[in-house]
């Protein structure tokens, strides 16, 4: 009788795992689709991003020629402090790239800053930002030309 009992006990077990090892199926393929999902959004958030709305101000500054390293690196110096205005979303600063001559490209500019705002009201309190007047103030005597265009981007 007790190899009955046994056999009983280990078909008992058998049937008892084969009901947690189901409940674990299920369980894993709950997490799989919640973590598919998760990843979905992830990537969703990503992409919004990498692409906001707003207003980018473009600012292209011709130099004088005659600029000494020290007036360079001073004006370069103010243009990085406009990052401290409040209403800068994102900036982004530099000097013309070596890229290839073509009739469509302006490469006679000196530096270029691309300033990114939430909205027009934001490009309108960075006009008038004390960062930026005395910007303008302490180095307008550097530059020959400046200028601008405003792009709405959705």
């Known amino acids: ?19 947690r090892v189901t ?8 997490l799989e689709g919640q973590l598919a999902a998760a990843l979905t959004e992830l990537t969703q958030l990503k992409q919004q991003k990498a692409y ?14 005659d ?6 690196a001073a004006f370069m110096e103010g243009v990085e402090s ?6 800068v979303r994102q900036m982004y600063v530099g000097p013309v790239a070596p890229t290839e001559a073509r009739g469509v490209v302006d490469n006679s500019y ?8 939430d909205d027009v009201a934001g490009q309108d309190a960075y006009q008038i930002a004390p960062l930026h007047t005395k910007f303008v103030e302490d ?3 550097k530059w020959t030309k400046v200028v601008v265009y405003d792009s709405l981007v959705e």
Do not use: Y
Request: negative net charge.
């Open 23 to 30: 409940e674990l199926e299920t369980a894993k393929e709950t």
């Open 139 to 141: 180095h307008k005597d």
């Open 1 to 19: 009788m007790r190899p009955l009992l046994w056999s009983i006990l280990l078909l008992t077990l058998s049937a008892c795992n084969q009901g």
């Open 110 to 117: 000196s530096i270029a800053l691309l300033v990114h705002f």
């Open 67 to 72: 600029l000494s390293d020290t007036d360079r």
């Open 82 to 87: 406009l990052r401290g205005v409040e209403s």
């Open 52 to 65: 906001e709305p707003g207003l980018i101000h473009s600012v292209f500054f011709w130099l004088k020629e």
